[in-house]
T-cell receptor, first 116, second 112 residues
Framework: GAVVSQHPSWVICKSGTSVKIECRSL??????MFWYRQFPKQSLMLMAT?????????EQGVEKDKFLINHASLTLSTLTVTSAHPEDSSFYIC????????????FGPGTRLTVT | AQSVTQLGSHVSVSEGALVLLRCNYS??????LFWYVQYPNQGLQLLLK??????LVKGINGFEAEFKKSETSFHLTKPSAHMSDAAEYFC????????????FGTGTRLKV
């Protein structure tokens, strides 16, 4: 099956710094990728839709300037958390839809971000 | 707007007992429905999916789910629970409007 990878798997950064998370589709092309955020013991919340070659579409309540998304190629989307604060600590998961199987998505393993 | 409701944030069963995790959806048209499992600090693994074909869907690890349009339900079952089934389970509905975004339920933690 299709594989989506994320890097890094975990990261610790200091408050005020920025951190970049990569999401790659390894064996298929993805013109669209999704970014989710998951707080401990909670469900996944869709943050934004990443579109190759155009601006990302953010969900209501998500700060565009804080969570910068760049979909640089058909296999890579990045999420940059700018000026991170402890409340940004969370589990970030990306996904990419299957190009053939309508409605199905493949999820990355997630990135654990801890801001100290 | 579509929504997903998972009744019971925690379910506890004995090993060998029936597992039943409930999921109800709200949608104006039959959507695509999915069940995912998540182990601690890991991503999501697809258990099974309903994409308007057979209403009884069989998935991995002995799980199955039945799509019932009249009840707007897609409950997940497994005849006999195993210790390794202890995890978080999420029901999701796919937005078929063209964006194919997922809307997740709040999740059910299964304890065996």
């Amino acid at each position: 099956g299709a594989v989506v990878s994320q890097h890094p798997s975990w990261v610790i950064c200091k408050s005020g710094t920025s951190v970049k998370i990569e999401c790659r589709s390894l064996d298929f092309q993805a013109t669209t990728m999704f970014w989710y955020r998951q707080f401990p013991k909670q469900s996944l919340m869709l943050m934004a839709t990443s579109n190759e070659g155009s601006k990302a579409t953010y969900e209501q309540g998500v700060e565009k300037d804080k969570f910068l998304i760049n979909h640089a190629s058909l296999t890579l989307s990045t999420l940059t958390v700018t000026s991170a604060h402890p409340e940004d600590s969370s589990f970030y998961i990306c996904s990419a839809p299957d190009s053939v199987l309508v409605g199905e998505q493949y999820f990355g393993p997630g990135t654990r971000l801890t801001v100290t | 707007a579509q929504s997903v409701t998972q009744l019971g944030s925690h379910v506890s069963v004995s090993e060998g007992a029936l597992v039943l995790l409930r999921c109800n959806y709200s949608s104006s048209v039959p959507p695509y429905l999915f069940w995912y499992v998540q182990y601690p600090n890991q991503g999501l693994q697809l258990l099974l999916k309903y994409t308007s074909a057979a209403t009884l869907v069989k998935g991995i690890n002995g799980f199955e789910a039945e799509f019932k349009k009249s009840e707007t339900s897609f409950h997940l079952t497994k005849p006999s629970a195993h210790m390794s089934d202890a995890a978080e389970y999420f029901c999701a509905v796919s937005d078929l409007s063209g964006t194919y975004k997922y809307i997740f339920g709040t999740g059910t933690r299964l304890k065996v």
